[in-house]
């Protein structure tokens, strides 16, 4: 797992989304789970929809996990899952986000960390950090070539971000 601060410019994303529990009825990275379904309605989308001209042509996908002040109590929470976007104004079965400029704590996973809990170790990073802290409440999850699918994820590689600020 590397780690490292970066600065990231602002995003649009178009894609679709969930709101609740989306691990309640299957645990994490299991798609047969809610996040799941979300990836799996998105890419039938994109599939059958390859002429969108609204799109950035970007080489990653997005997945972007939204909480609240109730998340910790109740385990719900928005996903998102896009792609960048050159407009607002989208196909009516289209949400989008607009995710502001930032400094983040970039990590790099690989394998077997990607499935780990690694967003609690990068909160004991950021929360033993006297010069950072997050602000906002949200994770993103930037998947390309490298991420090879659920049943190849030894092989894969992904990118996932936590916004903080220098304090």
């Known amino acids: 797992?590397?780690?490292?601060?970066?600065?990231?410019?602002?995003?649009?994303?178009?894609?679709?989304?969930f709101y609740g529990d989306p691990l309640s009825t299957k645990g994490g990275w299991d798609e047969e789970n809610e996040?799941?379904?979300?990836?799996?309605?998105?890419?039938?989308?994109?599939?059958s929809h390859e002429e969108r001209t609204y799109?950035?042509?970007?080489?990653?996908?997005?997945?972007?996990?939204?909480?609240n002040e109730d998340t910790p109590k109740n385990g719900q929470f928005q996903v998102f899952v896009g792609e960048k976007v050159n407009t607002?104004?989208?196909?009516?079965k289209l949400d989008s986000k607009y995710i502001?400029?930032?400094?983040?704590?970039?990590?790099?996973?690989r394998g077997k960390e990607i499935i780990s809990d690694w967003?609690?170790?990068?909160?004991q990073e950021i929360a033993s950090n006297k010069?950072?802290?997050?602000?906002y409440q949200y994770i993103i999850q930037a998947y390309d070539h490298r991420f090879k699918g659920m049943d190849?994820?030894?092989?894969?590689?992904?990118d996932a971000y936590i916004p903080v600020e220098r304090i």
Not at 55 to 67: A, G, K, R, V
Not at 100 to 107: D, E, T
């Open 1 to 17: 797992m590397d780690i490292e601060l970066v600065e990231r410019d602002a995003m649009l994303l178009g894609g679709m989304s």
């Open 35 to 47: 996040i799941g379904r979300t990836w799996q309605r998105f890419m039938t989308y994109v599939h």
């Open 55 to 67: 799109t950035s042509h970007d080489s990653y996908f997005y997945e972007l996990h939204i909480y």
């Open 88 to 92: 607002s104004q989208l196909p009516v």
């Open 100 to 109: 502001p400029s930032s400094l983040y704590l970039k990590v790099t996973l």
């Open 119 to 123: 967003w609690y170790e990068l909160e």
């Open 131 to 135: 010069n950072i802290q997050r602000n």
């Open 152 to 158: 190849k994820i030894n092989e894969s590689e992904l």
